[in-house]
Each structure stands twice: as C-alpha cells, then as structure tokens.
C-alpha cells in the first residue's frame, strides 16, 4: 500500500523473525553433517519463517547444498534436530515431507512432455485425473507456459525448462520447496528478469522458498533475509540490507558485493568515536560512534565504493579524506569505476553514476584526486 493510501491508525506489519512470539515454520538446529572426518554443515542453528524466501549464499563447497539436502531429507543429520510445521523430520523419509526440491539440472524427464512432466508427481500419488487435470492446468497458466504444454524439454529453452521444473516442484502443493541454484543454466539477462517472475509466483502461492545460491545479486534481489555460508558455518543472518549495510565480520564484508578494506589498529577508543590508525591512509580514520573493541586491537574499516567521494577538489565536509592519483577506469555504462592509488600507495575503488552523457569535469587517467566518505559510511570489522 502507498504511502498516500495509509490510514492514520494502519501499523506496519513487523517482520515474523523480529516478533519474539512469532513461530519458525522451519526450525534447524544445531544440525552437523559429517562425511568421515570432513564436517560439511558444522552445528548450525536457523530459524525460518512461512511465507519467505531464505537464502543461503556462500561459495562453493561451503555446506550450502549440503544443507539443503539434509532439509529435503535427502541426507541425514550427523546430530541435532530438523523440525518442520512443529513436526520433528528424524526418521520421515523425502516423500514423507511437506516439502518439495528443485534440483539445479531441473531434472525433467526427456520423453514427457510439459504437461506430462508437471502431471507426473501426481500421478505417482493416485491423484483422481480430473483433480491432476487441474491442478496441471493451473500451474501451467501460473508459469505461463499454457500454450508449450506438448512440447518436450529439448523443444524449450533454458528459461522455459526452469518454469516447467518449478511447475512441477508446486504442482505437489508443498508447504516448502528448496530450489538449488534455480536460475544457475540462464544467462544474465534471462536471470534477472526470471527472479521477479519466481518472487510473484512465491508471493501468490504463499510457500516458504529456501534458495541455494552462489550469487550475491540472485540473492540480494530475491530474498527476505539471507544466510552467508563459509566451511559449513552461518556467519550472519539478515536481510539483503543488513547484510550489505552492516557486515558483521570481515568475510561477510569481503564476500557481499565489492568493498574497500583500510587495515588499522585503534588507537583511541570513546564511547562517542573511535580512531583507528592506519597505514593504508597515512593516518588516523574517524569512526563517529564507540565499538566493541580495545585500544590497540587490529580491526579494518570496510567502505563501499558507491560510498566513496572522488573529486578534483578538496572535500571540505569530510574528515576522512585523502589524497592520490586514478590509476586505472573503468566504464560500465550507468557508472564508472575508478581505481585510485592513494600516496600511501593503497588502491581505494571508486563507483560513481553516470547521470549526464557528457562533463566537462570528467575524470581521467593520472588526475590527482581527493577521495573521502562521510563518518557513517565506514563498517568496522574485526574478524
């Protein structure tokens, strides 16, 4: 509802995972899967909530799809305990399951057609045709592919074969469905316009997605919060937002999108600022608020490069600033990057939109530049 629409007395609806009374839909925990002495999903603990999409991002081989095979019951746990709608899954074999699983090859049978392919499931079942004969035709409206529905898969393109695999993923009517690197086989463009088509079909079913992904900009548009996987470990749950605004650790800072890394020590600790002394500038970075940490403790400023300022002028309104020479550009259309090497002898990144087609001011390779951020836009990180 817009803003002008609101009604004096309407209250935003708070998310269900900042609602301590709200209940998970899905419940992990401290769930370890071993192969021999490898340790693929190491104790990990998560709470997800009906109606969401949960992504878990992280590089491969980081127990990501490993976990989610442990959901779909696919693989058993090592230990601790996996609980779906109140039901604990221990001994409850895959088909058993209120779920559903979308495999990243979409695994469509070669000689079925679409409408074959979809109807399939059910008739494992013994669902009466008449209801199979529906419920195939709703999902083939839903995923708009009403007129391909004869069509075998090698007749589809990569677009089309990923909406006839989800069909046949919701045609069961599961109450989750995992979906492992579900727009991997797409190219960019494709990709991009499939996530909002997957985002609307989620949001009119009303069922719980957990997505796999390696992607971070797959993630960051499509879920609701996100999980960042590294060595089989959760290191931090969040929406797309805080996840990106606010790292709570070094990886995560490194691993979501592109970040600048100044390494330093604090040499002064307030509860109202903080001063870490930094060699990659030269000299002390201003930190407008206190943080958990000691002086002389070794931490890093993480700074995005949209967040970085670059002029040929000094930056009168920031006290972060430095000084250096644009090393190398690079343009990508709707922005340019800079790379700048600082006196220091550090390379700083730096993201500027392009909105005019044409300045007289334009930046170019070996000006001297002053580069800065405002106090807030610094993250400290210290592992």
């Known amino acids: 509802m817009s803003e002008g629409n609101a009604t004096p007395d309407a209250e935003p609806r708070a998310d269900p995972w900042a609602d301590p009374h709200a209940v998970p839909f899905l419940q992990v925990r401290n769930v370890t899967k071993k192969f021999g002495a490898f340790v693929a999903v190491d104790n990990v603990s998560l ?36 609980i779906i709608d109140g039901q604990d899954q221990e001994g409850v074999p895959p088909f058993a399951r209120k779920t559903n699983m979308m495999f990243q090859s979409y695994a469509l049978f070669p000689h079925m057609s679409v409408e074959k392919n979809i109807a399939y499931g059910l008739k494992r079942d013994g669902l009466p045709k008449a209801e199979i004969a529906a419920r195939v035709s709703d999902m083939l409206s839903l995923v708009q592919m009403d007129q391909f529905a ?38 960019k463009k494709l990709r991009e316009e499939t996530q909002f088509e997957l985002i609307k079909i989620q949001e009119s079913l009303g069922v719980t997605f957990v997505v796999v992904t390696h992607d971070q900009e797959e993630a960051m548009t499509l879920s609701s919060r996100i999980g960042v996987m590294t060595e089989g470990r959760i290191v931090q749950v969040g929406t797309p937002h805080e996840i990106y605004e606010y790292p709570q650790s070094r990886f995560v800072a490194d691993f979501i999108g592109s970040v600048n890394m100044f390494e330093g020590r604090i040499t002064e600790d307030h ?70 090497l600082l006196d220091s002898g550090k390379r700083v990144r730096v993201s500027q939109s392009n909105r005019m087609r044409s300045n007289e001011d334009t930046l170019k390779w070996g000006d001297r530049v002053h580069v800065g951020w405002h106090d807030d836009a610094g993250i400290v990180v210290s592992s």
């Open 150 to 187: 004869s069509r075998k898969p090698h007749q589809l393109s990569g677009g089309q074969r990923q909406r006839v695999a989800l069909a046949r993923s919701l045609v069961k009517k599961p109450k989750l469905l995992m979906l492992d690197e579900p727009l991997g086989a797409l190219d």
């Open 271 to 340: 509860e109202d600022h903080v001063l870490i002394g930094s060699r990659d500038t030269q000299t002390d970075i201003f930190v407008p608020h206190g943080i958990s940490g000691v002086v002389g403790q070794q931490v890093a400023v993480a700074v995005r490069p949209e967040k970085v300022q670059i002029s040929k002028s000094q930056l009168h309104d920031m006290r972060n600033t430095f000084t250096g020479k644009i090393d190398e550009i690079a343009y990508m259309g709707n922005s340019s990057v800079f790379q700048v």
């Open 47 to 82: 709470d997800i909530y009906k109606g969401e999409i949960f992504c878990l991002l992280g590089g491969s081989g980081c127990g990501k799809s490993t976990l989610l095979r442990l959901l779909s019951g696919f693989e058993t746990a090592s230990s601790g305990q996996i």
